[in-house]
């Protein structure tokens, strides 16, 4: 199969996964190319595909040309405070801000670019202690409070990594949980934006539909298998 192919595949699963539970928003596609060579990238976007997600700074900074043209990359792995500056410099959002010293930071360094950066929190809804995330309510709700006074990142919603298993209750429930906890920040911070929930890779990502995901997140299914060696 082409890229094309594979791209087109994808984006009929995940229209047959919306009419499943009768949804006619958009589900964005983000193609994760970690491992991969920017020339996958490059075919990904003459194919059509215009949203790729990377989980290491490193290796976006080797990876990458500095200055992209014609598609956006978020940062979706675990950032660690000394690569924040380059992170912040590097992408165009970031979607896995797990702690409210996190936050400060991406905002600090932000604000001393005079960006903006679009940035999505990330829950652990697995309590797998390998991942990473917030798995506790109050010092979430820390961080939205904080976030009035961090003007270099704006919220924009909810990401989350299901747990590692074919369950299928077991990984909605995952979902689910994701869904309710944008819903209930709704509520308490009317002013904030929940609205993406970036859920689902490619293993199940059709359950993360039908749980409301808005963005799903596809590595292997898009680019083939990774070799860490
Ligand atoms: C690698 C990765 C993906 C893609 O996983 P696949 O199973 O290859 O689709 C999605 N999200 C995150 C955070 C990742 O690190």
């Not at 820390?142 to 961090?150: P, T």
């Not at 963005?215 to 292997?220: D, E, H, K, S």
Request: proline share 3%; hydrophobic share 40%.
């Amino acid at each position: 199969m082409t890229m094309r192919d594979r791209i087109d595949v994808i984006r009929e699963s995940i229209e047959a996964a919306k009419l499943k539970c009768g949804r006619t928003d958009t589900v964005h596609l983000m193609g994760v190319s970690k491992t991969h060579p920017y020339d996958a990238v490059c075919e990904a976007v003459s194919s059509g595909l215009f949203l790729f997600g990377e989980n290491r700074v490193q290796e976006i900074q080797k990876k990458f040309p500095d200055n992209r043209n014609g598609f956006e990359l978020h940062l979706i792995g675990h950032l660690q405070s000394n690569k924040v500056k380059k992170a912040v410099a590097s992408v165009d959002a970031i979607d896995s801000i797990d702690s409210l010293r996190l936050a400060t930071l991406v905002s600090n360094e932000a604000e001393k670019l005079g960006k903006v950066i679009p940035v999505l929190i990330e829950w652990n809804t697995s309590e797998e202690e390998s991942k990473s995330g917030f798995s506790d309510f109050s010092e979430y709700l820390m961080l939205l409070e904080a976030s009035a006074q961090l003007p270099g990142i704006e919220i924009n919603g909810l990401m989350t990594i299901g747990p590692l298993t074919e369950n299928e209750t077991q990984v909605r429930t995952a979902f689910a949980k994701l869904r309710e906890i944008g819903e209930k920040s709704k509520q308490k911070f009317p002013n904030i934006d929940f609205s993406t929930l970036s859920m689902g890779m490619s293993q199940d990502y059709h359950w993360a539909i039908q749980e409301g995901s808005t963005m799903v997140r596809i590595g292997t299914a898009l680019f083939g298998g990774r070799d860490y060696s």
